[in-house]
């Protein structure tokens, strides 16, 4: 019945375009390849390209933004599955480059602020982050105008800024720019902050860019303290990738807040947007609604124009306010299905989950809007705000990868959904994807979680507990395994046995709210990501069940469970047809 409703709705648009008509049809050849079941003995053979290698392994990885099918080797990591589904650069295998790249980030780790720096930051409101890092900018030797002379998108919000900068970015390269992408934080990788179009910076360019920047800051030191923090030195290093690279546009996300966010040290972004607000860093932006709000709206530039899904309506009054005050234009976007009323692109909308509905939207016309500011005519320019969907934008959303972030990764009998949600708004996004992805499954579910910093769990785990039911669960540190911590996961805030407290006192409020509701307490706490695992394992056949595991509660977790299963070592399997 699939195939033949996506026949009839390949006739029914009687003027559909050539790359249309031809997705139309490699998803018809796709739904009849899955409808053959391959034997797990059998091995296909695969051609070989740069994209897969030639294995019997087929992947499905289901992200919010793509739903697809990769050739990954037997004998590849579990990263490879999350991290890199077209394959990983040359240099990435390399031993030398490899080391050369921990030995940048172990240098680069010690500017990670410890717990008195940040307090001494928040208790003294005289420091002004955007000062500073114009500072250190002149210092690396690369002045503020010579950094405007790129063009940029700026991205601000509580809930989806990474997804909607990853959507725009993908949408742009879709129709030919040079793209930079800053984001943080890093899943497993720090090199994955920093891309360019669409990939992480090979790790022998970081290592490249780092040093001389690195090593001219040291220099003009006028004291031992006198170094730009590991968030700005990172934004410094992203605007020297940028300017040397020479990308045609360069999508940037702020860090906390925006008004005093390093990253606001640009002053003639034109497309500016702010997505979905809740409270958050409560210490640094403010207490209400509005306060956080006023913070975010600080990226507003003069005259440029701000696109947001923000519905609360005494936030939009606080970016309206300080849109007016720079005469900047303010857009409130459309619902995302309102750009698939087209035939063309109507059968679409159900593979899109909550993550794209929620930002894709926004992520259209912030890309619409740099398109029309871009002497170009090899693209059409549509009225502001109008819902309209055309072939660049849907092949952008289609095939935006975004690892982490609603993750669907099949492997060794075990369905693993990756989600890095640390705020309750995000979190509620999380648990319905995950409860309708396993709704009617009879499969065990389990849960693996961690929360870092000190905000309260209990409004997360009531979330989790009151959509899902888990038949285990495990409370963990972001540690993957005794083997010691990967330079590119060290956090310098919260020690390994710092964390494992953390994760205790986690359980214990688990715990407590299993008392107060009559629920049975499955959970335990466990020293490592990799103990969690192996006791999944011994509590479960992997054999004779199918498992769905939640791993959430931070991206630093997501970055540990990957590195984690890089040690089991266990033969993936194939997966047929979409999950």
Not at 89 to 102: G, I, P, Y
Not at 293 to 307: C, D, E, F, L, N
Not at 383 to 400: H, K, Q, T
Request: charged share 20%.
């Amino acid at each position: 019945m699939t195939v033949i409703r996506l026949l009839n709705s390949v006739h029914k648009n009687t003027k559909p375009s050539l790359r249309a008509f031809l997705l139309r049809m490699n998803d018809i050849k796709q739904h009849i390849r899955n409808l053959v079941t391959i034997p797990p003995s059998s091995t296909p053979t695969h051609a070989s390209s740069s994209s897969s290698s030639s294995s019997h392994f087929t992947m499905l990885s289901q992200l919010p933004f793509r739903i697809c099918q990769e050739q990954l080797s037997n004998a590849s990591p579990f990263e490879d599955l999350v991290l890199y589904p077209k394959g990983r650069s040359n240099d990435d295998k390399n031993s030398e480059v490899n080391a050369a790249f921990e030995t940048a980030i172990q240098e680069l780790n010690k500017l990670q602020p410890n717990e008195q720096t940040i307090r001494r930051s928040v208790e003294n409101p005289k420091i002004n982050t955007v000062k500073d890092t114009v500072k250190y900018l002149e210092r690396s030797g690369l002045p503020l105008n010579v950094v405007e002379q790129l063009s940029f998108i700026h991205v601000s919000g509580t809930k989806g800024k990474g997804s909607t900068c990853a959507l725009v970015e993908s949408i742009l390269r879709q129709y030919g720019a040079r793209t930079g992408f800053f984001s943080s934080p890093h899943v497993l990788a720090t090199n994955e902050r920093i891309r360019i179009d669409g990939e992480p910076l090979a790790k022998q360019k970081f290592v490249n860019y780092f040093w001389p920047v690195y090593k001219r800051l040291m220099a003009k030191r006028e004291n031992e303290t006198d170094m730009p923090a590991y968030f700005k030195f990172l934004t410094i290093l992203s605007f020297h990738v940028f300017v040397e690279e020479n990308v045609d546009v360069a999508v940037m996300e702020v860090g906390i807040g925006g008004e005093q966010d390093c990253t606001n040290v640009l002053r003639n972004v034109r497309t500016v947007g702010i997505t979905s607000l809740g409270l958050e860093h409560t210490e640094l932006l403010g207490n209400t609604m509005e306060q956080i709000a006023w913070q975010k709206a600080g990226i507003i530039k003069p005259y440029s124009h701000v696109y947001t899904h923000v519905t609360q309506p005494e936030c939009l009054k606080v970016i309206r306010d300080r849109a007016l005050e720079k005469q900047a234009t303010v857009h409130e976007v459309p619902a995302f299905e309102q750009y698939f009323k087209h035939n063309l692109y109507e059968d679409y909308w159900p593979t899109f989950n909550e993550v794209i509905r929620l930002n894709g939207s926004l992520a259209i016309q912030l890309a619409y809007d740099w398109l029309r500011q871009t002497p170009s005519t090899l693209h059409r320019r549509y009225p502001i705000n109008e819902p309209r969907m055309c072939d660049e934008v849907f092949l952008g959303l289609r095939n935006c990868h975004w690892p982490g972030r609603c993750q669907l990764v099949q492997f060794q009998g075990m369905r693993l959904h990756l989600d890095g949600a640390h705020t309750k708004e995000s979190m509620r996004v999380c648990t319905d994807w995950f409860w309708k992805s396993t709704s009617d499954s009879n499969n065990p579910k389990i849960l693996i979680f961690n929360r870092t910093g000190d905000s309260d769990p209990m409004p997360m785990l009531k979330m989790l507990s009151e959509k899902c039911t888990f038949d285990m669960i495990c409370f963990v540190p972001n540690v993957a395994t005794v083997k010691g911590i990967n330079p590119n996961q060290v956090m310098i805030r919260s020690s390994a046995e710092v964390q494992l407290k953390r994760a205790h006192a986690i359980a214990r409020s688990w715990d407590e709210m299993c008392n107060a509701t009559n629920q049975i307490n499955n959970s335990r706490v466990y020293s490592t990501v990799y103990d969690a695992f192996s006791a999944i394992r011994e509590r479960f056949s992997i054999n004779n069940h199918e498992l769905d595991v939640l791993i959430t509660g931070s991206i630093h977790l997501l970055g540990a469970t990957i590195a984690a299963l890089n040690e089991f070592h266990i033969k993936a399997i194939p997966v047929n047809g979409h999950q």
